[in-house]
């Protein structure tokens, strides 16, 4: 099993749609959870951080968390074309914090 | 500078060569990262600086040879490398509070060509 499990996609969503991007991990201990977004030939960058379960909202992005279930999930709001990316969940290791495990991404495009 | 800076971005290197790519972080955090991005496959952890601790993912080649002098700078130092190491090498930076990953902070990457 996979640490860190995405759908690759692509996934494409309509302009103004809500795009929804799911994760699954498999250490039980994980406590922090990233979403990054990737543009093609760039590095990634940051989008949320979620720490304890329930929903984090900020702006167009909710992560929501579900620990029990080993779930973390992206939604994007009002999807633009400049949302399309490749975004990646990462996870941290209960063995240890600084071990921060990315999957494998989900490409999103959004269609004008 | 701000941010996390590395050198060079773009690196073309026969596999007899030794090379070194350097990774500066101006955010005065306390930890250091490699990543290993290739076509297809998941970013791949190599090596941590945290806390004055090295992690390592054990699946890493000893060709592949990490250095931390201090919080801020980190180098990865590469000896004869095979043409499946071409990757994009991605330096991260976090501010590990202990028991809880934080957020990394990226580079722009080197993009290694090993021919």
């Known amino acids: 099993q996979k640490e860190v499990e995405q759908n690759s996609g692509p996934l494409s969503v309509p302009e103004g749609a809500i795009a929804s991007l799911n994760c699954t991990y498999s250490?039980?201990?994980?406590?922090?959870f990233f979403w990054y977004r990737q543009y093609s030939g760039k590095s990634p960058e940051l989008i949320m951080s979620?720490?304890?379960?329930g929903d984090k909202e900020d702006g167009r992005f909710t992560a929501q968390l579900n620990k029990a279930s080993q779930y973390v999930s992206l939604l994007i709001r009002d999807s633009q074309p400049s949302d399309s990316a490749t975004y990646l969940c990462?996870?941290?290791?209960?063995?240890?914090?600084?071990?921060?495990?990315f999957g494998s991404g989900t490409r999103l495009s959004i269609r004008p | 500078e701000t941010g996390v800076t590395q050198t060079p971005r773009h690196l073309v290197m026969g596999m007899t060569n030794k090379k070194s790519l350097k990774c500066e972080q101006h955010?005065?955090?306390?930890?250091m990262y490699w990543y290993k991005q290739s076509a297809k496959k998941p970013l791949e952890l190599m090596f941590v600086?945290?806390?004055?601790?090295?992690?390592e993912n054990n699946s890493v080649p000893s060709r592949f040879s990490p250095e931390c002098p201090n919080s801020s700078h980190l180098f990865l130092h590469l000896h004869t490398l095979q043409p499946e190491d071409s990757a994009l090498y991605l330096c991260?930076?976090?501010?590990?509070?202990?028991?809880?990953?934080?957020?990394?902070?990226f580079g722009n990457g080197t993009r290694l060509t090993v021919t």
């Open positions: 991260a930076s976090s501010q590990d509070r202990g028991g809880t990953g934080s957020p990394l902070h």
């Open positions: 600086y945290s806390l004055e601790e090295r992690v």
């Open positions: 990462a996870v941290n290791l209960r063995s240890s914090a600084s071990k921060i495990i």
């Open positions: 979620i720490y304890s379960n």
């Open positions: 955010l005065g955090h306390n930890a």
């Open positions: 250490d039980r201990g994980s406590q922090s």
